[in-house]
């Protein structure tokens, strides 16, 4: 195993955290002032980390491609964040939420990271308040829990519906406070477009000022990639158009192994694709389900009449509607975790029973809610014998409160009122569970090179627990690098600063150069977005929802055909010395295509269904996902070796001696 024990934690699973904080080397308030760290994305991960490091004493240097940290994609995060603080008093703690995680990834993800994330995670909460994250209150002052799929208790933390957006402020402000003092420099519109390594060691990054095109040369003693998830690997997803697997790539070239690219999640409550023109999809946060009953036609003539504009959903009386989680889950109902929900919506519409033109699409209703809270209220404020229509206005107030913004922006984009009409939603690509590997320090395979938040695999396994996207960014970044980067920093106390005036900066230098001028040279005939949205298709077509062995192989052969075909025949108009965004969309798909035909090779190699991976070859008689714990107990992490096709595979086995491994079962 080697290096994939190097550092695993010691004693009973609640104290390996402790522990381990207790072994590792420390670097001295005096030495962190000559220590410099660069952290390439400025997301909650990368924007707290770096707030962190700085505030430690450490010399931080921030790079993202937007032209403000408070642009990160982070700010999609809208429903919410979980920490095991029980203030519902409902049975929650801290073993619990490493369980639900632990079971929510299909029993695929580490069980030690695990249960140092849920440990932490009440802290970031204290932390987050104290910034001033306007968390939602109840009547009495305290902090309010919503739930969230794939848990029975209430322990997500929200701020209406723009949580992401509240707690990115409290991490950019935590940052403001550090670029003030001089401790953090930041390089906003920089795209980090490799690694540079120095006797083995990450010494630094070649950076594009996109601005101008000028390519120039950061060093430092530790780099931090913070730049987030894969998923516009399927082209149209929930990420911003800019998300990119470019920083993450590039350091698996350079030696970092990659795990568990076949781990991606389908986020069940997306608005439907509505044509080719699209660019990207938008996400409904999965916070609604705690109060949108999900639900197809019973018979599909209704849905047929749906489908033609024949019948509208309100003319459905409750007995011909099919709320098939509820159905099929009784247990957990809406409330399944996201790979649950979209393979059951995708069954329903593959059936014949979807509501949108294209039969791709479910209700999300709000209408038992709206009158639910209706009554509630009605009875609070002591009205007597209220109509229809006034428990209806009072269920609607209450609902908006909640949700309000989320509601407005589906109208803005579907032109449908929510309130009167139930949403139509279907599954999309979402978030990446795998990602970079690394060790318990969140160090990865390149000494000096760390990877934090989604840009690794470490703790969700393979389906990621809604609001725990959030909850895994902040915990690296305030409460994890920050401790374990000096355990690698403590050797470079007297290594001083390092200069970019050597043959490896000039090498990275110029085989980045290299590539630029390429991309520009090759003078084809075919736009980016061309080879984007065909690597797009093969990926959602053969590697989505459902895999089978036959199209994965058909799947690596066109991305490889497509890959040559692209660096033959791409057209990139303009110079690499100037502002060029067709260039820095190039680079990016270049990555893509690559990392493409990576994600179907460990998806072919993975014979058994689990989380958010299903082998069609590998299901229950009911449908539901067959693991094989015998035979894929592990972490699949891949080592480059010159092109996907040759990576070679790693597999860190995954020991449970804290936990039962069963069937995972929401029924």
């Known amino acids: 195993m080697g290096i994939f024990e190097s550092n695993a934690p010691k004693g009973p699973l609640a104290e390996k955290w402790v522990n381990h904080k207790n072994d590792i080397n420390l670097v001295n308030p005096a030495n962190k002032r000559n220590i ?34 408070r642009r990160a994609h982070s700010i999609a995060a809208q429903g919410g964040i979980n920490a095991a603080k029980n203030y519902q008093g409902d049975g929650d703690s801290v073993y619990r939420l490493f369980y639900d995680t632990i079971k929510g990834g299909d029993y695929r993800s580490r069980e030690s990271n ?58 950019y402000s935590a940052m403001n406070r550090q670029i003030n003092r001089g401790k953090i420099q930041t390089f906003n519109r920089h795209e980090m477009l490799d690694v540079v390594k120095v006797d083995g060691k990450a010494r630094g990054i070649i950076a594009r000022d996109l601005v101008t095109g000028k390519l120039e040369r950061h060093s430092a003693h530790a780099v931090v990639i913070a730049s987030g998830g894969y998923g516009n690997v ?86 011909e509607r099919d709320y098939y989680l509820e159905r099929r889950y009784p247990a957990f109902g809406n409330l399944v975790p996201r790979d649950v929900a979209s393979r059951a919506a995708k069954e329903r519409c593959d059936a014949g029973f979807g509501v949108n033109k294209t039969g791709e699409a479910v209700y999300l209703d709000f209408s038992s809610a709206i009158m639910r809270y209706g009554k509630e209220e009605a009875t609070t404020r002591k009205l007597d014998n209220p109509s229809d229509n006034d428990i209806k206005k009072l269920g609607k107030e209450v609902v908006e409160a909640k949700y309000g913004n989320l509601f407005q922006m589906y109208e803005k984009i579907v032109d449908q009122n929510p309130y009167e009409t139930p949403m139509m939603i279907y599954p999309a690509v979402h978030y990446t569970m795998g990602g970079v590997w690394v060790d318990y320090n969140l160090q990865t395979t390149i000494p000096g090179c760390f990877a934090i938040g989604e840009a690794n695999f470490s703790d969700h396994g393979a389906n990621r627990l809604g609001a725990s996207a959030l909850m895994q960014g902040l915990a690296d970044g305030y409460f994890v690098l920050p401790y374990t980067i000096g355990n690698t920093l403590s050797e470079d106390i007297r290594t001083g600063t390092i200069p970019t005036d050597t043959p490896e900066f000039e090498a990275a230098e110029n085989e980045v150069r290299a590539q630029l001028e390429k991309l520009v040279n090759t003078n084809g005939t075919k736009s980016v977005d061309h080879f984007h949205k065909i690597l797009g298709k093969i990926m959602w077509n053969k590697v989505g929802m459902a895999r089978n062995a036959t199209g994965l192989k058909e799947a690596i052969s066109e991305i490889q055909a497509l890959r040559e075909e692209f660096w033959k025949d791409v057209r990139v108009p303009g110079t690499a010395n100037e502002m060029n965004a067709e260039l820095e969309k190039a680079g990016r798909v270049a990555d893509f295509l690559e990392l493409g035909e990576l994600f179907a090779k460990d998806a072919l190699h993975r014979e058994e269904s689990c989380g958010g ?6 299901q229950t008689e009911e449908g539901e996902a067959l693991r094989d714990d015998e035979n894929f107990m592990y972490v699949a992490a891949w080592e480059y070796t010159g092109k996907p096709a040759d990576a070679i595979l790693h597999k860190e086995e995954l020991d449970y001696e804290d936990i039962e491994v069963k069937t995972r079962s929401y029924k």
């Open 234 to 319: 399927f082209f149209l997803s929930t990420n911003a158009m800019g998300s990119n697997v470019t920083a993450s790539w590039k350091i698996h070239k350079k030696g970092a192994y990659f795990a568990n690219p076949c781990f991606t999640q389908i986020h069940p409550t997306c608005i439907p694709v509505s044509g080719d023109h699209q660019s990207k999809l938008t996400l409904m946060s999965e916070s609604l389900r705690n109060d949108g009953r999900i639900w197809v036609p019973k018979k599909k003539e209704d849905a047929e009449a749906i489908r033609a504009g024949k019948k509208k959903p309100t003319e459905l009386s409750e007995e």
């Open 114 to 171: 695990v249960y140092r994330l849920a440990e932490v995670s009440g802290n970031i909460i204290d932390q987050c308040v104290a910034q001033g994250v306007p968390f939602a209150r109840e009547y009495g002052g305290l902090l309010d829990n919503r739930s969230f799929g794939g848990v029975l208790v209430s322990r997500t933390f929200y701020a209406k519906g723009q949580t992401g957006q509240q707690l990115l402020l409290g991490a």
């Open 36 to 69: 410099d760290v660069i952290v390439v994305g400025t997301g909650l991960a990368g924007g707290s980390a770096a707030a962190t490091l700085a505030e430690l004493g450490y010399n931080v240097k921030t790079f993202c491609y937007q032209d403000s940290p």
């Open 613 to 618: 991976h299903f082998r069609e070859e590998h």
